[in-house]
């Protein structure tokens, strides 16, 4: 009948909290999401509902903030996976393989949908492990999977991608096994 009136949320200490870890859910976010838009808003979406649990959340934040973040963005790709995708056209792959600037971005761009074909568990592995940059041992926990489906998962999402974009692009995510 009535709803519960939150504790006050300490202004100062969510404030200085969320200009911290802004960046680094947002990084995370567009990596999960189908563009930057949904990402921030993935991301605001996750601050509201911390803001709401602060009293249980302002003990580990950044590590409550990842959880709801991760929850959002499954929902998120539950309620899209019935729309189609629009794959890259020809002419940006072959910018791509031109001398042209652009295909860096081209590159990035077929990277980040190369991340977003992969099966969700994997998505959410290899954004936590190289983007996150959380070892085996926090990405476990967070994701409340044994250390060595951690470790498979990686092992699976990495040849996947490779397959997909080039060795030489995957180097730098590599580098921080």
Known sequence: ????????????????????????????????SRDRATA????????????????????APLAYSRRVLINLARDD????????????????????????????VVDRLMLLEAVRELSEPQRDVIVLRFYLE?????????LQIPEGTIKSATSRALAKL????????????QGGM
């Open 77 to 104: 790709a539950r309620r899209l996976a019935r729309r189609p995708t629009v794959p890259l056209l020809e002419e940006h792959l072959q910018l791509a393989a031109s001398g042209d600037t652009t295909g860096q």
């Open 134 to 142: 959380l070892s085996v041992e926090e990405t476990s926990k967070l």
């Open 162 to 173: 490779a397959s997909v974009v080039s060795p030489d692009k995957l180097e730098p995510i």
């Open 1 to 32: 009948m009535f709803k519960r009136i939150p504790e006050r949320v300490d202004d100062r200490e969510f404030r200085c909290f969320v200009l911290e870890a802004a960046p680094i859910l947002l990084r995370a976010a567009v990596m999960m």
């Open 40 to 59: 921030e808003d993935l991301v605001q979406t996750t601050f509201v509902r911390v803001a709401r649990r602060w009293a249980t959340a302002h003990e």
